[in-house]
Every structure is written in structure tokens, then in C-alpha cells.
């Protein structure tokens, strides 16, 4: 019998974070390839909260392109504006979403998928160079603590991109 892990909102994913980045600015100090080290932040972010689905869009032209990610299979290809990631994209900003049925246009790659954050990934040239995309099995899961500490840790990954 599987159980789902539930993780409270506040102070206890607060410390996860807090633990959580330095293990990564370490892990991706010395790392130059993008693909790289969101593979292992990816990785590490899925490992430390256990959410159904963590992964990186990348923008490619006028689509962003599935980059690495841990869980089951994804869309391939997201357009401009489209879904929670394409909207995030466009509108340069981080998305929240309580209650994924519930966002007009929302791209279903999982019945699983009950809420979502994404989180735009800039470059040194502070363009948007991908998303980090994270859906969980549970309604309105993430919070302004969620957004706040996965940019601070997608800020790792900056230099990376110019």
C-alpha cells in the first residue's frame, strides 16, 4: 500500500529549502553545462520533496522543448503562452496554480497532476531561458515560500545561461 507524502507549507519546506541550497551551490559550483546541472537540481528537488513531477522546459524559438526531468513521461513541446508553462513563459513570471483543472488552457500530460508552480529560469542576459515546471498529486500545494526559494535556487543556475 502506497502512501502520498503530504508536506506541510511553512516552516517545515522552508527548511528543506534552506538545507537544500547549499548542498546545490556546491553540487553545481564548478558545473559549465546547463543540461548538466538541471538534470541533478531537478533530481535533488524531486528527491527532497517527492512531488509527482519536477522538470525544465527550455525555451527553443517559439516552443519551449522538455529538458531533463524526473517522473513520468511529459509533453514534448509547449507553445508560447500556451498551458501553465507557455503562459508562465510569456509572461516572464512565476505561476501558481491551486487547482490545475481549474486554469484556462492547461495542458494535461498526467491525471495525476492536481496543482503546479513554474518558474521562469533567466539568463545573465535576464531573458527567460526555460521553466522549471513541478505539478503535484495534491490541490494547492505550493505557496509564495515555494516560489520564493525555487527562484533563489534556479538563481544557481543563471550563469549558466547567457
Not at 12 to 17: H, K, Q, S, V
Not at 59 to 86: N, S
Not at 132 to 142: A, H, R
Amino acid at each position: 500500500m502506497s502512501e502520498t507524502l503530504t508536506l506541510p507549507k511553512t516552516a517545515d519546506r522552508f527548511a528543506l529549502y534552506s538545507s537544500l541550497y547549499p548542498q546545490m551551490k556546491q553540487l553545481l559550483e564548478d558545473e559549465r553545462d546547463p543540461i548538466a546541472a538541471m538534470a541533478n537540481m531537478g533530481a535533488a528537488i524531486k528527491e527532497a520533496f517527492g512531488w509527482h513531477w519536477v522538470g525544465f522546459y527550455r525555451v527553443m524559438g517559439a516552443e519551449l522543448v522538455l529538458g531533463p526531468f524526473q517522473g513520468p513521461v511529459a509533453c514534448m513541446r509547449i507553445g508560447h503562452g500556451k498551458g501553465v508553462c507557455g503562459t508562465a513563459w510569456a509572461e516572464e513570471r512565476t505561476l501558481i496554480v491551486p487547482d490545475v483543472d481549474k486554469f484556462p488552457g492547461h495542458i494535461a500530460c498526467s491525471a495525476l497532476s492536481k496543482s503546479e508552480i513554474v518558474v521562469p529560469l533567466r539568463g545573465r542576459d535576464n531573458r527567460v531561458h526555460a521553466v522549471l515546471d513541478i505539478d503535484s498529486s495534491q490541490l494547492d500545494d505550493f505557496t509564495e515560500v515555494d516560489a520564493q526559494a525555487l527562484a533563489r535556487l534556479l538563481g544557481l543556475l543563471e550563469p549558466l545561461f547567457d
